[in-house]
């Protein structure tokens, strides 16, 4: 059984553990992805806190950490295209991204560009992701997102990151 890094419960940093969980499956529309690197956010430990968005689900354990990942394509779901196994992609998973294998929607999950590392792959969601839910964004409309350059896990300064909604 592959090996994920989870919170058991809410509470801190000793509900943290290893645990080796089923390798996942892709559904219609997901992709299964092998982790090669992934994003370290604050997020991580407000939801091993507790904290969730108003109307979210309560989370059911054993909860994996990380929401940003970069890796290879393992297999593909059905109805999936413009993927296929080999790709380097990264995106933010379904499944969560501490874990040796993951689960990504097909429709938010990117090809790593060539010149690019997996590790600095992995960094990329956030800007974008930010941008696309502050702006409630449309198909078709352009869409900006200023200060992301900032952001305080990257490595070293990126430059403003714009989403073409379309």
Known sequence: MPTAYVFTAHGGPEVE??????????????????VRAAGVNPVDWKLRAGFRLPGAPEPRFPVVFGGEVAGVVEQV??????????????GNPITGGYAQYTLLPSELTAAKPAGLSFADAATLPPPPTTALSSSRCRLGRPCSSRGSAGESASPRPRSPVTLDCG
């Open 77 to 90: 779901g059905d109805d999936v295209t413009g993927v296929t196994a080999g790709d380097a992609v990264f």
């Open 17 to 34: 553990t290893f645990a080796d969980l089923p390798r996942p499956v892709p559904g219609p529309g997901q992709v299964l992805v092998a």
